[in-house]
Structure formats: structure tokens, C-alpha cells
């Protein structure tokens, strides 16, 4: 079975440029999170999808939107990108059917560098 | 809200060591628990999980964590490391009960580097 897949793997962008990653989840999973990586902030929670629609949002401004489509893949984007947008961004996958079963399987990220 | 603090941003130690990387969290509601490692250039991997039932788990390589509701702690241990175990760590919390199993709250992580 083949793992979460992020494209691009690497993107180099400028100031007030959007964005846009891909991430298709393993085949079956039905939740597709998204999370922001920083060395100075960690790890942080984007937001959640599940049967295309969000069910959570972390405390990011609203540049930072994303969807989900009929096949579970999802796509994030980040509008008016600004410096401190630098940051590997993965996403992750997991069936949502109970907690006993759950856990998240991330992809390999998006390294996103804005200059 | 919940919050985890992981207490050692980097941890040394010789191969064939034990270790404990410490993770304590915080919350106002009952919580689920993860440990998360991740290798260079790789995506995150569970480690092992504390959902409710005994609070010692274990994981397939050797790891285990206790989960100690007293102290809000969640501490990850291995009584002899491999050189293969130098990765980075993470602890993190979900609330328990809910439906939004992708949402976790991480700690900061604590990279371990195993020496030869």
C-alpha cells in the first residue's frame, strides 16, 4: 500500500506569492490533517478534513485555507505568503473509524522557503 | 486546551544506554497520548499510544511509556538504546471521546543521539 504522498517535496517562493501543496492520503483513509512544522514553533495544527468537509481549524489567519475532494486527497494553500510561512508542512492521513484503531500516518512534507 | 511540554530539547547518550525522554501535559479534559519519532527526512511515525486500560504501553522496538495521571506524565523509555534509535521524538495529546482523531497537540521534541 502506498504511503501519504506530498507534492512538491520542495518549493521556493516570494513575498505575496500564493501557494498550493497537494497530499493524497493512503487509499482508504478518510481524514486528511494538516500540520506546520518550525523550528521555532514546532509542530502546530492547520486543520482537519474529513468527507470533504473541515471538521477542525487551528490559530492560523484565514491566508491559510484548504479543502478536501471526493477521492480523500486534499490540497492547502496559503495566499499573500510572508516570510515567517517558511516551514515544512505535513500532512497526514488516518481512517477515522475510533480511536482504538487510530493513528495518523504522515507524509515525507513539503519544504516551503519564502524569500 | 492542552498543552505538552517535552522537558529535554536534546538527550546524549552511548549506545547501549538507557534513556527516558519526559513529556508532561496539560489539560482540562481527559486526553489520549502519543509518542511520535522522526528520522531524518521523514515523515512522523507512531511509536506507541495511551488511549485508556493499563498505563504502561509498549511499543514493537523496545520503547515504553507510562502513563501517570497524577503528574500529567507521559514519560518514554528504553532500557538499552540501538544506534538506529538517534531521531527525533515527539510527545503528543488529543482529546479523549472526540471525533477529531488528526487533531494532536505536539511538544517541541527531543532529539536523541545515540553514540557509538
Known amino acids: 500500500k502506498a504511503g501519504v504522498t506530498q507534492t512538491p517535496r520542495y518549493l521556493i517562493k516570494t513575498r505575496g506569492q500564493q501557494v498550493t501543496l497537494s497530499c493524497s492520503p493512503i487509499s482508504g483513509h478518510r481524514s486528511v490533517s494538516w500540520y506546520q512544522q518550525t523550528p521555532g514553533q514546532g509542530l502546530q495544527f492547520l486543520f482537519e478534513y474529513f468527507s470533504e468537509t473541515q471538521r477542525n481549524k487551528g490559530n492560523f489567519p484565514g491566508r491559510f485555507s484548504g479543502r478536501q475532494f471526493s477521492n480523500s486527497r486534499s490540497e492547502m494553500n496559503v495566499s499573500t505568503l510572508e516570510l515567517g510561512d517558511s516551514a515544512l508542512y505535513l500532512c497526514?492521513?488516518?481512517?477515522?473509524?475510533?480511536?482504538?484503531?487510530?493513528?495518523?500516518?504522515f507524509g515525507s512534507g513539503t519544504q516551503l522557503s519564502v524569500l | 486546551a492542552q498543552s505538552v511540554t517535552q522537558l529535554d530539547s536534546q538527550v546524549p547518550v552511548f549506545e547501549e544506554a538507557p534513556v527516558e525522554l519526559r513529556c508532561n501535559y496539560s489539560s482540562s479534559v481527559s486526553v489520549y497520548l502519543f509518542w511520535y519519532v522522526q528520522y531524518p527526512n521523514q515523515g512522523l511515525q507512531l511509536l506507541l499510544k495511551y488511549l485508556s486500560g493499563s498505563t504502561l504501553v509498549e511499543s514493537i522496538n523496545g520503547f515504553e511509556a507510562e502513563f501517570n495521571k497524577s503528574q500529567t506524565s507521559f514519560h518514554l523509555r528504553k532500557p538499552s538504546v540501538h544506534i538506529s534509535d538517534t531521531a527525533e521524538y515527539f510527545c503528543?495529546?488529543?482529546?479523549?471521546?472526540?471525533?477529531?482523531?488528526?487533531?494532536?497537540?505536539f511538544g517541541q521534541g527531543t532529539i536523541l543521539t545515540v553514540h557509538p
Open positions: 497526514a492521513s488516518s481512517l477515522a473509524q475510533g480511536p482504538t484503531n487510530e493513528k495518523l500516518f
Open positions: 503528543a495529546v488529543s482529546r479523549a471521546g472526540g471525533t477529531s482523531y488528526g487533531k494532536l497537540t
